[in-house]
C-alpha cells in the first residue's frame, strides 16, 4: 500500500503596502500575492518569513479586520500589512508598533559608522563601535530604550526588538536625511552640542585650559571652544566647522521643504 500523501499546504493572499515593498523581491512588490505554509502561523511569523521585520509593521488587517501579531493563520485569508504611520491617526485600530520612547536615542551596526557621526553632529545620543555585535546592540536597545538603526534586516526579526529600523540608502548623507524624515528629528536636533568622536557632551572651555593643546595657527586666530567631557577632544569653528554647518543648514532646508 503506497503511504498516504503529506498534508497540501494551506495558502493566504498578503499585500504588502509602501515602503514595505522595499523587503520583497521585484515580483512581489505592490500586488496580491500567495503565501503557502503548513500548520497554523503567526502572522508576525509569516510576515516575517516572506522576508520583513516586525519593527517595520504597524498594521496588520486579515479579511479587512484590525489584528495583532499572534493572529494564526489556517489558509484562505487575505492579509494587508502596513508601515508605520507617522503622522497619520490610525488610533481606532490595532497599532503593532511599540509606543515611541520618550527620549530618542539610537544604536547603530557596525555598517552605519558615518552616520553615527552625523547624528551626533546633530546633537542626537547615538551608540556606535566597530566590536558592536548583534547580541550586544539588542542588549543595548532594551537596556537602554534605544532605537536600533541598522543595515542588517535579520537584527530587526529577533524576537526581543521593540525599536528598530532597517536604513534603505547606502550613502551616509542620504541616510542622515532619511532617518531625519522617518523619525521626525528635525525639530528635535541641537546641532554642535556632541562629540562625533564619541559621542559625549560637549561643554564650552577657556582658551588658556587647552592652549597647549592647540596647532600655533589656531591659538592665534581662535578664541572659542568646546570640549568634549568624555574624551576630552577640542573643537573650534575652522573650515571643517563651515562644512558641517553648511550641511546641518541644507539638512534644514530640505527638512522644511518635505513638509510644504
Not at 152 to 174: I, N
Request: charge should be neutral; glycine fraction near 4%.
Amino acid at each position: 500500500m503506497d503511504p498516504p500523501d503529506a498534508a497540501a499546504p494551506s495558502v493566504a493572499q498578503f499585500r504588502f503596502y509602501e515602503e514595505l515593498n522595499d523587503f520583497l523581491a521585484p515580483a512581489l512588490r505592490k500586488c496580491e500575492f500567495p503565501y503557502a505554509f503548513t500548520g497554523t502561523p503567526s502572522v508576525k511569523d509569516a510576515i516575517e518569513a516572506i522576508g520583513v521585520p516586525h519593527t517595520e509593521v504597524d498594521l496588520v488587517l486579515v479579511d479587512g479586520e484590525s489584528v495583532d501579531f499572534t493572529r494564526r493563520l489556517t489558509g484562505g485569508e487575505r492579509v494587508a500589512v502596513y508601515p508605520v504611520f507617522e503622522r497619520l491617526d490610525i488610533a481606532p485600530v490595532t497599532r503593532l508598533r511599540a509606543r515611541p520612547l520618550r527620549r530618542t536615542r539610537f544604536v547603530l551596526d557596525v555598517h552605519l559608522g558615518k552616520l553615527a557621526r552625523y547624528l551626533r553632529l546633530l546633537g542626537f545620543d547615538a551608540l556606535y563601535r566597530t566590536d558592536y555585535d548583534d547580541a550586544t546592540i539588542i542588549r543595548l536597545s532594551l537596556d537602554e530604550q534605544r532605537i536600533i538603526l541598522t543595515r542588517d534586516r535579520g537584527v530587526l526579526k529577533h524576537a526581543a526588538v521593540t525599536h528598530g529600523y532597517w536604513v534603505r540608502s547606502t550613502v551616509p548623507r542620504q541616510q542622515l536625511g532619511e532617518v531625519v524624515r522617518v523619525f521626525d528629528l528635525g525639530s528635535n536636533s541641537r546641532p554642535f552640542t556632541r562629540c562625533m568622536l564619541c559621542n559625549g557632551e560637549l561643554q564650552r572651555v577657556a582658551k588658556d585650559v587647552v592652549a597647549d593643546r592647540l596647532p600655533l595657527r589656531v591659538r592665534m586666530y581662535f578664541d572659542e571652544f568646546v570640549q568634549c567631557r568624555e574624551c576630552a577632544h577640542v573643537y573650534w569653528s575652522g573650515s571643517h566647522y563651515q562644512r558641517m554647518r553648511q550641511m546641518v543648514d541644507e539638512l534644514a532646508v530640505a527638512e522644511q521643504n518635505s513638509r510644504l
